[in-house]
Every structure is written in structure tokens, then in C-alpha cells.
């Protein structure tokens, strides 16, 4: 398997035009292309209904390796991958990895917070982690990962990275604009590879100086810059088997199936599209989106215009530039680069993306947005506690609620994904249910534990910086 960026001149280079095509080890050190786009696969695996057949009953690591296989091609051999994805994964709280819960007829939830820091970004993280370390063994390679988060990716990073002989790791997050929980996971991990930076600013303001990180060649090589958030291909790669996991629990390839999705980076319901273009029979997707809405404005109404964004009740999705958008519009636009790049310069120049409307068309057959706000979703979190007893984080309540209001129909059921456990969002919770969940026992003195993290501005010089800082300490 090669691949390819979204903004290239021809099907070889990226998807902005200067990156030369790769393997996936070299896309997973990458991160982003050099020329500021997204790595994509040259082409699609397809399975067929046999191949899906095939997965039905296996432990779900084995689903994971065998789904990720095709996009791994000849860069790891599968008996390796199926070891990572083993070891990965061995560690998490359920023995199902990633158990399905019926909520009501046809109505399920998909918890995804089982995994070491309580949210679905462990399911990706945890083989990230494993893949460095294996990769860059290979090749006697050390890197330097810099990540923003909005509050789940920053930690989940760092507990996969933390203590790895091979990797720095930096985490930019906005300054006081993640619940607590999500703060003290990242900044009370005190191993000497692990950096964090809370920027005064939001998240969009962290995302923008990563990639312009990305875009800086001589920093990029001098630290040799890589990237674990979804703008790494492998972090969709490993997201796709829970979408495949789900589907087969429920009937699937002899039934469809139905995806909700809260999201704000368009990452992880990316992946699920992407389940759908290998073969996977899935009737709709559903985008749940808080009152930072860009992404169901744009399936409402095409308008896909940038506004501040608003703290919410689930910060993780206080996001108004989606970076895996450019994937899909990479795919709409029938993998023309040259208009890609274009479109995206000038989405970020005037703040507003123009598509033509056959394009937004079929964007709709596609994906359906929902927006829930604060209200709603404290609502949503009431009412599913008093209905059944079932706890969902102000993210999980969103994609149920998504599911509630936009049902597949037909006898399809459809899957809402649980993104982060409760006990991440305690404030929110006791408010909506009276109840303050209670953290795991192994994060019960997470409140004690000591803080190491600088808050910087918004200013790209203090953060390369403070990045050549955690670099020079561990390299001398």
C-alpha cells in the first residue's frame, strides 16, 4: 500500500503537491505531508461479504490486525502487527475491548473508554505507541511528537509514549479550556520525554501551530517532527476496527448497520466512512456536533463558514477547523489535489469554504449532522440516566442523542459511539444526574498527584523553543 498526500499535481504526490508517495511506516513517522496535506491511501481495500464473514467471533485484536493489514501493506509483517495489536489492547478494562450496550429497540452504545485514560482515543493510541517503537527499532531512529488536543488525544498520546527509549512527546493544549480530569491526565505524567503546553488560546489556535511546526522544514528536520493525533494516517488505520467490531456483533455483512458519531476533528467518523468505502454495509452516518457547529452547518445548509469557538460542556468537540475534513473533500472532489489545496488555502484565508453544490450533494448522501447544545446535551445526559440507568459523558450524550433524533429507519440499528467515560466530566455530570461518578481505582489519587506543564502565548517561536528544550534535555 502507498500513499499519497491530498494536495498533489498528480495521483503520486500529496494532497497539496510536493510530498513524493510512501509506505506506511513512513507515513506513520511523517504525520503530515511536507507540502501541509494529509496522507491518503493510493487506492481502497475492499473486503468481501466472505472476508467480513470471516472476522465474525475472533478476539477483537485480531479483528484490528486483520482490518489494519491491508493500509500496514509489506512495511510490518501481519504476524508483527497482529503481536501489537495484541499486546495493545491487553491491558483494557472490559474483555471485549470495546463491549456494545442496548440502550433501547435498536439503539445501541459502543463504549470506546475502556483503555488506560478512559477515552476512545486509547483504541488508536495504544497500537501508535507499540508501531514507534517497532519502526523506529528497525531503523535506529528517534523522533519528536508534537500533538494538540482538545482533551483526549493529548493524554492518550502520552500514556503511549511516555517512558519510550525512541520518542519525545509534546502536547499543546489550550489553556483552560479542558475539564480537569482531561488537564491533571496529560500534566501529571513526570516522565522525562513528556512535555506539555497549555497555550493561551484554543484549541484551533494549538492545531494551527502544530502544522505550522509541520511547515517549518529545517525545524521539522533538526527535531525530526512526527505526529500522533488524526492527522497521522495510522491513527484513522487503527480506528477503523471498532466501526468493523460493532457491525459484526449486530449482523453485519447480512445487515446494515447505522453509525453516531460525536465529533469535532471529523477523525474518528472518518473512519467509519472509511469502513463503509472497504465493503462494509453501513446505511447512514450520523455527525453529532455541540453548539460549535461547523460541521452540521455545512451538512445542513453548505455553509462551512469558521466562528469563535465557545466553550461547551464537551470540549473535545470545541473545534471549528476539522483537519480530517480535507480527506473527505479530497474524495468529493475525485482526488483532485490542485482544487483541494486551493479550496483549503482559501478556506483559511476568508474563513469560508465555497463547495459547489453537486459536491455538497453528495456530501449529504454521505454523512446528516446534528447539533445539540449545552441545554440538550445536559438534558439528553438526564434523561438516559432516568431511563435506563446509563451514564454518558456530555460527548457520549451527543452521538445518542444524534441517534435519537436521526434513526436509520428500515430495521437498521444503529450504533451510538461512547467516546470517554463520565468520570472525566464529574462536574457535568452531578449536574444533569445528581451523580458525580467516581474515577477508576487506578486514577483515585489523580487529584494528589503533581503538575509539571509552562503556559505559553499563542506564539510559534516559544513553542519551538520550549520544543527544542525537551529535545536538547534527552539528546545530550
Not at 166 to 194: C, F, K, Y
Not at 233 to 243: D, G, L, S
Amino acid at each position: 500500500m502507498r500513499y499519497i498526500s491530498t494536495r498533489g499535481h498528480s495521483p503520486d504526490i500529496s494532497t497539496r503537491g510536493q510530498a513524493p508517495a510512501r509506505d506506511f511506516a513512513d507515513v506513520l513517522l511523517a504525520g503530515l505531508a511536507e507540502d501541509g496535506g494529509l496522507f491518503m491511501p493510493e487506492t481502497w481495500p475492499h473486503f468481501s461479504p466472505a472476508d467480513w464473514r470471516a472476522l465474525r467471533g475472533l478476539p477483537y485484536a485480531d479483528v484490528a490486525a486483520r482490518v489494519m493489514q491491508p493500509f500496514v501493506g509489506g512495511a510490518i509483517p501481519f504476524e508483527v502487527l497482529q503481536g501489537i495489536c495484541r499486546d495493545a489492547y491487553a491491558g483494557f478494562g472490559h474483555p471485549a475491548v470495546a463491549p456494545l450496550v442496548q440502550l433501547e429497540t435498536g439503539l445501541f452504545t459502543q463504549e470506546l473508554f475502556h483503555g488506560p485514560t478512559l477515552a476512545f482515543k486509547d483504541m488508536a493510541m495504544q497500537v501508535l505507541g507499540r508501531l514507534f517503537d517497532h519502526v523506529l527499532a528497525q531503523r535506529d531512529k528517534r523522533v519528536t511528537i508534537v500533538g494538540a488536543t482538545s482533551g483526549d488525544t493529548g493524554s492518550a498520546a502520552i500514556e503511549a509514549c511516555a517512558g519510550r527509549d525512541r520518542v519525545d512527546i509534546m502536547i499543546l493544549h489550550p489553556h483552560g479550556r479542558t475539564s480537569e480530569v482531561q488537564r491533571r491526565q496529560m500534566t501529571t505524567v513526570l516522565a522525562p520525554n513528556v512535555g506539555n503546553i497549555a497555550v493561551q488560546g484554543t484549541f484551533d489556535d494549538c492545531q494551527d501551530l502544530v502544522k505550522a511546526l509541520f511547515a517549518d522544514a529545517g525545524f521539522r528536520d533538526e527535531v525530526r517532527l512526527s505526529a500522533v493525533n488524526s492527522i497521522n494516517w495510522a491513527r484513522i488505520a487503527a480506528q477503523i476496527p471498532y466501526y468493523v467490531a460493532s457491525a459484526l456483533a449486530l449482523g453485519a455483512p447480512d445487515r446494515e448497520v447505522a453509525f453516531s458519531v460525536p465529533t469535532g476533528n471529523f477523525g474518528n467518523v472518518l473512519a467509519a466512512w472509511v469502513a463503509r468505502r472497504m465493503g462494509l454495509p453501513v446505511a447512514r452516518l450520523v455527525v453529532g456536533s455541540n453548539r460549535n457547529d461547523i460541521l452540521a452547518r455545512f451538512l445542513a445548509a453548505n455553509d462551512m463558514s469558521m466562528q469563535p469557538v465557545e466553550p461547551s460542556l464537551s470540549p473535545s468537540m470545541d473545534i471549528q477547523v476539522s483537519s480530517n475534513f480535507e480527506r473527505l473533500l479530497f474524495e468529493l472532489l475525485d482526488r483532485d489535489a490542485d482544487l483541494t489545496r486551493q479550496t483549503m488555502l482559501d478556506f483559511r484565508r476568508t474563513g469560508r469554504m465555497t463547495v459547489a453544490a453537486p459536491v455538497w450533494h453528495h456530501a449529504r448522501t454521505l454523512f446528516h449532522g446534528f447539533r445539540l447544545d449545552d441545554p440538550g446535551t445536559e438534558a439528553e445526559i438526564r434523561r438516559l440516566h432516568a431511563a435506563c440507568g446509563y451514564l454518558a459523558d456530555p460527548h457520549s450524550a451527543v452521538g445518542i442523542a444524534a441517534a435519537r433524533a436521526l434513526p436509520a429507519g428500515g430495521g437498521v440499528p444503529t450504533v451510538a459511539m461512547a467516546t470517554a467515560h463520565p468520570a472525566k466530566f464529574p462536574d457535568a455530570m452531578e449536574i444533569a444526574t445528581g451523580h458525580r461518578p467516581a474515577l477508576p481505582p487506578r486514577m483515585a489519587d489523580l487529584f494528589g498527584r503533581e503538575e509539571r506543564f509552562s503556559v505559553l502565548p499563542n506564539d510559534l517561536g516559544a513553542i519551538e523553543a520550549a520544543v527544542r528544550a525537551l529535545v536538547g534535555r534527552n539528546r545530550v
